[in-house]
């Protein structure tokens, strides 16, 4: 009886001594483990932060992939019925259809200066269609160019980025192309306007 006594308390602070190990062990693990994680987590936040700077999240916080897409989407600046859209598309395509996209931004902008100004129609519809004693503003539309043409896709997305803001105009009211021009017409713009700049085939003026 005794000995069986001694042989249980034996057992007993064994069991003790070796549950006293096992607490130590994973407490010293998780000491160990505490750097390393904390530096892959850093690391995984660093690279969401820089992903997101740029407007586009590529890594979830674990390190894994995820699928690409745009955070921030551009608002449009003007807001055009159908019939304007159209029109817009169809004169910049007909003056233009021929030049870089900066060309197209230039046609497109010039328009909307002229719905902006004051001194033309309200609309982009009215300001392509208008006259002058009887005489369209915008040859295209005087030769029938206007009504033939198709739109691109390159004059889409020209027209779209100055619809969102994009203005590289410095204020145009005017543009010709010289080459194709009733000289004229062009010794009008010359003596009433200010030449802004030129690009590609057009001049850009404003009011003297």
């Keep these: 009886m005794y000995k069986k006594f001694i042989m249980q308390l034996f057992l007993c602070n064994l069991m003790i001594m070796a549950g006293s190990f096992c607490v130590k062990s994973l407490r010293l693990n998780q000491v160990a483990s505490a750097p390393a994680f904390k530096i892959t987590m850093e690391e995984s936040l660093a690279d969401f932060q820089v992903d997101r700077f740029f407007g586009r999240v590529r890594r979830a916080s674990s390190g894994q992939r995820i699928v690409d897409y745009t955070v921030i989407e551009k608002e449009y600046k003007y807001s055009l019925s159908e019939n304007d859209y159209q029109a817009l598309l169809k004169i910049v395509q007909a003056e233009a259809g021929n030049e870089d996209e900066e060309g197209k931004m230039l046609v497109a902008g010039v328009v909307l200066n002229r719905v902006n100004s004051g001194k033309f129609p309200d ?14 503003q915008f040859s295209p539309v005087a030769n029938g160019t206007y009504q033939r043409v198709k739109v691109t896709q390159d004059t889409v997305d020209a027209v779209d980025r100055v619809l969102k803001g994009e203005d590289l105009t410095k204020g145009a009211l005017y543009f010709a192309a010289r080459k194709a021009a009733d000289p004229d017409k062009m010794k009008w713009f010359d003596c009433s306007l200010v030449k802004l700049f030129e690009h590609g085939g057009h001049e850009f003026f404003t009011n003297g």
């Design 123 to 136: 609309t982009v519809l009215e300001v392509v269609m208008q006259q002058e004693k009887g005489t369209y």
